[in-house]
């Protein structure tokens, strides 16, 4: 019996509060339509107005934080040249407790403690991402090599329960003080750590980890498996066509103006700044318009289906080449990971097929096998049954298909499929292709 994990891990950035879901993996081993019983941990991200003392407070601990995360890279680089093996409560006395005792990092003291020791922590994660990643103990694509932080661009603190409070409407931060937060809807939950963040078009929001339970829906006997592209977003199994907005397109012309408008400032002036926030503000809303098409995309899918089926596409692969752009603007892997959240929450299904099922080739019909068609083919004849398949929608009903047998056999069931949706045959695409 085959049995299929899957791994859900959320981290995800919207602005104006809307849910955000935080990084929580969840392992289910059975792709039967039911919701996880204990809670899980989820991110509500609301924005914050700092007044001007405030931000002046912040901008001291975001660069303290960035300091110490680099000393502790740099304290491990020494350290591993040197031959010599130090532990992580070694690394943080000496980045953090003596640092304050010494003339040039006296400052570090002007921060709270927690934010500190927080980004010595992130140093250390860093490191063993990377390690589990080189042993193959962590799945998914290889991690690099821990890098420093960077002054500019976006600046994040974490603190726990011991740096931070709520007080009445304002989020009490250790040495910097009470912030207005704009509640666009209650917390759920007691959060157990926030993170206070600066976005580099100037904005600062807030983000609460929280424990949720899950939420099931009424259940339904509709089933839809998605084939997602670029000339169309998405198109289900039952011929519902969900059109692919091309946000980044639609404002390459603005965002070009605003980039040439850059290049022509001053380095280290006043009017760069201006330019350069004002091409942050722009990306800003690319990226907040695409996240709110691919939630609203995902949800109307959930809801209406009891199982969604989808492939695996190798979509970093796909990065390396002319379609990047096209790609990367579509946002499938965050349309695909925003429906693994939603089920999970709602209690629906969804699943991933094999990326090396020959979905186009295959006749939703009869099962016959025509062979590869290249992309420019958006329609064809089966010839074996005569009949006549868009190529989007015949793909969407294989991976119907296909997630059905899987589900079924992950669950213990018998399945013969009517015809070999598994024959390998078309061409994918790898993670090591060029």
């Known amino acids: 019996m ?41 991110r509500y991200r609301y924005r914050v107005y700092p007044s001007a003392g405030q931000r002046q407070s912040l901008a001291q601990v975001f ?25 992580d409560s070694e690394i943080q006395r000496r980045v953090i407790t003596l640092a304050k005792a010494t003339p040039e990092r006296a400052w570090l003291a002007q921060a709270p403690s927690v934010a500190l020791v927080q980004a010595c922590n992130d ?5 063993r991402n990377w390690f589990d990643s080189l042993s193959g103990q962590r799945k998914g694509r290889r991690i690099g090599h821990p890098r420093p932080r960077r002054k500019r661009g976006r600046q994040s603190i974490r603190l726990t329960r011991n740096g931070f409070s709520l007080r009445g409407e304002r989020l009490s931060v250790a040495k910097v003080g009470e912030i207005k937060v704009r509640w666009s809807r209650p917390l759920p939950s007691v959060p157990s750590s926030v993170t206070v963040i600066r976005e580099p078009d100037g904005r600062y929001y807030a983000s609460f980890v929280i424990e949720r339970s899950a939420s099931p829906m009424p259940a339904c006997e509709r089933e839809a498996g998605i084939d ?11 011929g519902q ?17 605003a980039q040439r408008a850059l290049s022509r400032k001053a380095k280290g002036s006043a009017n760069r700044a201006k330019a350069r926030r004002r091409v942050a503000v722009l990306h800003r809303k690319v990226r907040e318009a695409r996240l709110d098409h691919a939630h609203k995309t995902a949800l109307r899918l959930v809801r209406d289906n009891q199982a969604v089926y989808a492939e695996d596409l190798a979509v970093s692969g796909l990065g390396r080449t002319r379609l990047a752009k096209s790609v990367y603007d579509a946002g499938w892997s965050q349309l695909l990971r925003l429906l693994a959240e939603k089920a999970e929450h709602y209690g ?38 005569g009949a006549v398949h868009d190529r989007d929608v015949n793909a969407a009903r294989n991976i119907l298909a296909a997630g059905r047998a899987e ?17 390998a045959g078309e061409a994918g695409t790898h993670r090591n292709a060029a």
């Not at 104006?16 to 809670?39: D, F, K, Q």
């Not at 660069?63 to 532990?87: H, M, P, Q, T, W």
Request: charged fraction near 20%; charge should be positive; include cysteine.
């Open 241 to 257: 066509i969900i059109a692919n907005p091309r946000f980044l397109r639609a404002k390459q012309r603005h965002l070009a103006r």
């Open 228 to 238: 997602v592209g670029l000339d169309r977003l998405a198109v289900t199994s039952d």
């Open 2 to 42: 085959a049995m299929c994990d899957l791994l859900i891990q959320a981290a995800v950035d919207v602005g104006r509060g809307n849910y955000v879901p935080a990084t929580a993996v969840i392992a289910i081993c059975c792709h039967r339509p039911m919701a996880c019983s204990g809670p899980v941990q989820v």
């Open 348 to 385: 629906r299904t969804f699943h991933r097929i094999g990326r090396f099922v020959p979905t186009s080739q295959i006749c939703s019909q009869c099962g016959t096998k025509d062979g590869p068609k290249p992309l420019g083919v958006r329609q064809w004849s089966c010839p074996a049954c």
């Open 407 to 423: 589900r079924r056999n992950a669950c213990g069931g018998g399945v013969r499929p009517g015809h070999a949706l598994a024959a």
């Open 63 to 87: 660069g303290c934080a960035r300091v110490v995360f680099n000393d502790s890279l740099r304290l491990r680089e020494e350290c591993y040249a040197a031959g010599e093996k130090i532990s």
């Open 123 to 127: 140093a250390h994660r860093a490191y």
